[in-house]
């Protein structure tokens, strides 16, 4: 039996204290804020933590994995740059809650999304079907990408690469643009590549904290 799902007038409002948190955090994009406000980050929680749903934090779901903290998702959908009129085409790696893939869908964009632990795709599969999403959910080995459906015009990594990934590099389209948190270690640095003809341009936005991005999925 599917779960309900309610967004009251309180939630809402806790929404909105979020967004004014963000704000004074130095989210500026009023796209961003605008998604942050939309979406009910509740859904995508277990219902015993719906009370803590809007606090600026990150929390574990199943799997070992987390759900960022609403900083992190709004820092990484600024870097991607989404113009809401454009439609645009946006790879993401590593579905989990499916939280950051509907900030993105709300943001405009049509968001293809992979996960490669199976219980989070089942779940998060029947949330999004639940809500009518298009998302578009792929269960498998998020480091090889979609390749079936590149080029991309956005890519986002939702957990730490050691390195720049190479095959996400490979599916964006010319001007198109990866933003990954890049390190071997428990901190990466936020990255932004920009995929030119002549040259990758390749910027860092500072430090954050990510779940490792595992490889070699059979």
């Known amino acids: ?35 942050i406000q939309a979406v009910p980050r509740h859904y995508f929680l277990d219902p015993a933590f719906v009370e803590f749903a809007y606090e600026d934090r990150p929390f574990e779901i199943s799997a070992g994995q987390t759900i960022s903290q609403p900083y992190t998702v709004a820092f990484q959908s600024q870097l991607l740059e989404i113009d809401p009129k454009s439609r645009l085409k946006v790879l993401e790696i590593g579905t989990g809650s499916g939280y950051q893939a509907a900030i993105l869908e709300k943001m405009g964009a049509k968001v293809f999304t992979i ?36 080029p991309f015009d956005r890519i986002l990594v939702t957990c730490g690469a050691p390195e720049i990934p190479e095959n996400l590099v490979n599916q964006l389209k010319t001007g198109g643009m990866l ?19 002549k040259g990758d341009e390749v910027t860092e936005f500072g430090s954050f904290r990510f779940v490792p991005m595992l490889q070699n999925k059979t």
């Open 179 to 197: 933003v990954v948190p890049v390190g071997a270690g428990p901190v990466q640095k936020m990255t932004r590549l920009v995929h030119r003809e």
């Open 115 to 150: 996960e490669r632990f199976r219980e989070l795709f089942d779940k998060t599969k029947k949330l999004f079907e639940q809500l009518h999403s298009q998302v578009k959910v792929f269960y498998g080995d998020g480091f090889k990408g979609l390749p079936a459906f590149a």
């Open 1 to 35: 039996m599917a779960r309900q799902l309610v967004d009251s007038f309180r939630h809402q409002g806790m929404r909105q204290n979020l967004v004014r948190k963000l704000k004074s955090k130095g989210i500026k994009n009023e796209n961003v804020l605008k998604a």
